[in-house]
């Protein structure tokens, strides 16, 4: 997830949180208002009837010989006043309550107001309610106006933050992301200042630059050590070489000496390889080819045939170039392609079987171009699959010693042309190597 969104996410869970808490308060802030506001009106209400009491008597609203008892609703219900004789209590009792009373069949909850009042000696209870569904109805509307409220800010408070985070993190997405996604060589990093008025950002592209400065002096200081490495060790072998060559051409030596001495040219030649291969591979993996040729794979595959036929031959094994048309890969090195199928090829035959076949051949999917070499060779055990391709590591056979260095050197050159290699084996049955190149 983006930083950004993640940015956003965060500030929408607290404004969430924030609105919740708010909710619960605007909800019991109306709550009390409107039973606040409804104790008030109630309260008015008692004033004005003892008012009324006062100037013409309780007999305007009770006839103490006839009835003990009065009441009177208005048309909707959502009002009423009630008086009683004989209350409970004193004189001057103030109460407030919430009841539900049943008029005509009807259930209503109201909030009453109790007050007990003394006329003539005689102590009468006055009830004064107000229908709550009003209440209720008013607490809706404004809970609903002040959820809308806060929603709407919410909302627009999000796209702005969106907004802000975007203009904020321009620098971060636009100039210091791209850098490092697209960079493959220190060497051709840009290393331009960073125009921001965010202070963390400038510093960290500085540090940036600073830290790939720090990685190209430490890759020319590896390139100059293997080459002077690779030379040193060259220059003793070649000697060592070449006076075990002398000595046996120039001295009489007896046969168990010459056995000794061609067993060390072939030990010698073997370290030879293996420098050979490693500077190889120090070279790829440091980006020291150039990637600017052209190759058609039905004549580089011919080439391939042509200088490992003999070996072929000597094995019994038949090759088939199955290159078909005018296949052209591009942007590529042809020096190292050639060692990438040369090597595949070779390991096909070096384990194979007496009579068998390799095939080189061309596939296309959707996104690559595939080079398949194949072989119905000794095959590989699935758990040696993932081993194949380390270096040094050499799958126990009965064939001829090798440097465990020829797969690992096609993977690195397949990685420098951003190309992937697969394989499937079964034991017994062959091996099929798929070298997927970008189309």
Avoid: W
């Amino acid at each position: 997830m983006r930083l950004e969104l993640k940015l956003v996410l965060i500030g929408a869970i607290s404004k969430i949180v924030i609105f919740l808490i708010l909710v619960m308060l605007v909800q019991q802030t109306i709550d009390s208002l409107a039973i606040r506001h409804t104790d008030r009106d109630l309260l008015k209400m008692k004033e004005k009837t003892m008012s009324t009491v006062r100037k013409i008597g309780i007999k305007s609203y009770l006839n103490a010989e006839k009835d003990s008892a009065f009441a009177s609703y208005n048309i909707l219900k959502d009002e009423f006043i009630s008086i009683t004789l004989d209350a409970d209590g004193k004189a001057e009792d103030l109460s407030f309550s919430q009841d539900a009373r049943i008029i005509e069949e009807e259930e209503f909850d109201y909030r009453i107001l109790n007050f007990n009042f003394e006329v003539d000696h005689q102590l009468y209870s006055l009830e004064i309610g107000k229908n709550m569904q009003m209440i209720y109805n008013l607490d809706k509307t404004l809970k609903n106006i002040s959820i809308t409220i806060i929603l709407i800010v919410l909302f627009v408070t999000i796209i702005f933050d969106l907004g802000i985070y975007k203009y904020l993190l321009h620098p971060l997405n636009q100039m210091i992301l791209p850098k490092l996604k697209t960079v493959d060589n220190p060497e051709t990093f840009s290393y331009t200042e960073l125009d921001s008025s965010t202070s963390d950002f400038v510093y960290l592209n500085t540090t940036i630059n600073e830290l790939m400065h720090k990685v190209n002096d430490i890759l020319k200081n590896q390139r100059k050590f293997i080459g002077d490495v690779s030379h040193e060790l060259f220059t003793p072998i070649s000697v060592m070489q070449s006076k075990l060559d002398n000595l046996l051409v120039e001295a009489k030596l007896p046969a168990k000496t010459v056995s000794l001495i061609l067993d060390q040219q072939k030990h010698l030649l073997r370290i030879q390889h293996i420098i050979k291969a490693l500077l190889l591979i120090s070279r790829i993996e440091n980006d020291q080819y150039a990637k600017v040729e052209s190759i058609h794979l039905k004549e580089l595959v011919e080439e391939i045939i042509s200088n490992i036929e003999e070996r072929a031959i000597m094995s019994n094994i038949s090759i088939e170039n199955g290159m078909e048309g005018d296949i052209t890969l591009s942007q590529v090195n042809k020096y190292l392609i050639y060692i990438l199928l040369f090597n595949l090829v070779s390991n096909a035959i070096k384990y194979n079987k007496e009579g068998g076949f390799v095939k080189i051949s061309c596939e296309r999917d959707e996104h690559s171009l595939v080079v398949v070499v194949e072989d119905n060779g000794i095959g590989i055990e699935s758990e040696n699959l993932d081993l194949i391709f380390t270096r040094f590591k050499r799958i126990e056979t009965n064939k001829e010693e090798g440097q465990g260095l020829g797969l690992a050197i096609a993977r690195s050159i397949a990685a420098f042309h951003e190309a992937r290699i697969e394989v499937d084996s079964a034991l017994g049955e062959g091996s099929r190597f798929k070298v997927y190149f970008p189309a």
